[in-house]
């Protein structure tokens, strides 16, 4: 099976589904024109397909490997890392004026999806090194950009994050790495960190981490946390890699998949760094990366996605069982419902996080908080979704191969392996849901509203074209607003025990909608074919959704007491 890019899944969403127009008619981006992003999308298509495509199962079957001390990476990753950094892939969105393409987010969402589809491994070191020019960018001092940012955006350096403690996990603010000044604008910085994506490697003249640490006497929990740059290799006074640093990959850890991730144990012994930001506000400099990482993460769901798909229709056009009019499995009527709940389901996941990308785009162009407050409610739910969906179609591709779905040599089964982590990091999507029912409602539910009555506003517009699937949008999204009410009315424990379900209900409804927006747009045929399936076999999933999130926390720690 050969993957294929979804350019015509990226042109009808961008079109029809979440008005890239508005986008390319603001000033910052009038460059970026819908034609000249159908010809860079079509550029990075052809180097997704033949360049990493060719890798995806190299990283798996030769993993990257810790050889007395130094992390060796799978057959061909430098070579495809090549490929992407002089293509300009890893910094399409970073500042011109340093180097980069300034593109919108949008045309950077859609590469990443194609690379995460082609080579998820590989695809997660430029993901990483994307954040970080946008922390740097945002939160730097001059000094800082002119000597990390040109590196970062050629790719010739690579970029990582360090959040995570053995004794933290997700409890950032219980980090005890410490950070003691030297006295010279430096600092020394001890300790250790644990799931650090692409910690090193073995094609790049440097590594930057960015690391979370406590400058002595700071407060306890996140406000008092500060952001250090730490390089595997300290710049000279030319800017070019110098003296080692005292940081070292400890071990890489054995993983379920993504075996071609280097996933390290770090350990910083008293290694130079320079502070980002101010003094105790690293949270809200990381935060710049985690954003940006989130709606990529949602993405690498989506690519896998879309990557299983193609891979299990391969293989029931080809498979011959049973009595069936095709002569193969398609022609079994469950088979067929299997890969349309996944085509259905990636194409809702993409234009979420493609309504979500412009949203960025709009506020960073427009300034206005409207665009701002929309991008923060669509960020969780871009993120879960999207990685939910990547583990559920991976999960139905190996149902639609079978047997031969759990026989490694098949491929299916590394699809569900190498996607199952996304739900986890960069905040698990519990964390998203709270954020959802909690930060993101602290408006009162403006930015929400808002959204509900958009989708509202179009399926009336739709009932002239398409009135039984609009009016069960319509009445799909009323419920959501119902459900929104509900929860504004509750304490915050309340709302916390029904967010997975009320994200998922929201996920929905958003789905949904642009289904129906391509199906009026595109008037029959196999578009058309997908949104119905969608609005009348899994939208009204959004009912028992609803209900769950208006149920509630309903049982107390003491029930799982032993």
Request: aromatic share 6%.
């Amino acid at each position: 099976m050969t993957y294929r890019a979804p350019l015509s899944d990226f042109s009808r969403i961008l079109k029809h589904v979440v008005g890239y127009d508005r986008v390319a008619e603001t000033a910052l981006f009038e460059e970026a024109s819908p034609e000249t992003v159908e010809a860079v999308l079509g550029e990075a298509a052809k180097m997704c397909e033949e360049v990493m495509a060719p890798l995806q199962r190299n990283g798996d079957l030769d993993p990257a490997r810790l050889e007395n001390g130094v992390v060796r990476t799978s057959r061909g990753f430098a070579e495809g890392y090549k490929a992407i950094a002089e293509g300009g892939w890893i910094a399409s969105s970073a500042p011109p004026e340093f180097g980069g393409m300034g593109l919108p987010m949008t045309v950077t969402t859609c590469v990443n999806d194609m690379m995460s589809g082609a080579c998820l491994a590989l695809q997660l070191n430029p993901l990483m090194s994307q954040g970080q020019i946008e922390a740097l960018e945002h939160h730097a001092s001059d000094a800082l950009k002119a000597v990390y940012l040109p590196k970062l955006v050629t790719g010739e350096w690579a970029g990582t994050m360090n959040l995570t403690e053995p004794q933290a996990g997700s409890d950032v603010g219980a980090l005890t790495s410490k950070a003691e000044p030297l006295g010279d604008g430096s600092y020394a910085i001890t300790g250790q960190k644990i799931f650090i994506s692409w910690g090193d490697n073995d094609f790049t003249g440097n590594v930057c981490h960015l690391v979370l640490a406590r400058l002595p006497d700071a407060v306890p929990g996140t406000k008092g946390i500060s952001l250090f740059l730490v390089p595997k290799l300290i710049p000279d006074a030319a800017g070019d890699p110098g003296e080692r640093n005292s940081l070292r990959v400890v071990s890489l850890e054995h993983k379920t998949g993504l075996h071609g991730s280097p996933t390290c144990v770090m350990s910083y012994e008293g290694a130079r760094g320079w502070l980002v930001g101010e003094p105790n506000d690293g949270m809200r400099a990381m935060f710049t990366m985690m954003n940006n990482a989130r709606l990529g993460v949602g993405v690498q769901g989506i690519g896998v996605a879309d990557a299983a798909t193609q891979h299990a229709l391969s293989y029931a056009q080809e498979r011959k069982q049973g009595r069936s009019e095709t002569g193969t499995i398609l022609g079994h009527a469950d088979v067929r419902r299997m890969l349309a709940e996944m085509k259905a389901d990636t194409y809702a996941a993409r234009a979420i996080a493609l309504t979500l990308a412009v949203a960025i785009d709009m506020s960073r162009a427009t300034g206005d908080a409207a665009w701002t407050a929309r991008a923060g409610v669509l960020t969780p739910i871009a993120k879960a979704f999207g990685t939910d969906t990547g583990i559920e179609v991976a999960s139905k591709g190996v149902q639609v191969h079978g047997g031969m779905g759990y026989i490694e040599e098949t491929g299916a089964a590394q699809f569900l392996r190498d996607v199952r982590v996304t739900a986890i990091y960069e905040g698990t999507n519990g964390i998203q849901a709270m954020d959802l029912v909690g930060r993101k409602l602290m408006d009162g539910g403006e930015a929400v509203f808002a959204l509900i009555e958009e989708i509202e506003s179009h399926a009336e517009v739709a009932k002239a074209h398409l009135p039984e699937l609009a009016e069960a949008v319509w009445q799909a999204t009323e419920t959501l607003r119902e459900t929104t009410e509900a929860l504004l009315k509750r304490d915050m424990a309340d709302r916390f025990g029904g967010a997975v379900p009320y994200l998922r209900a929201f996920a929905r409804v958003l789905g949904a909608d642009a289904h129906l927006r391509s199906a009026c747009a595109e008037g029959g045929g196999a578009v058309e074919r997908l949104a119905r399936f969608y609005i009348t076999r899994m939208l009204p999933e959004h009912v028992g959704l609803c209900a769950q999130a208006r149920a509630g926390d309903l049982i107390p720690a003491e029930d799982f007491a032993a």
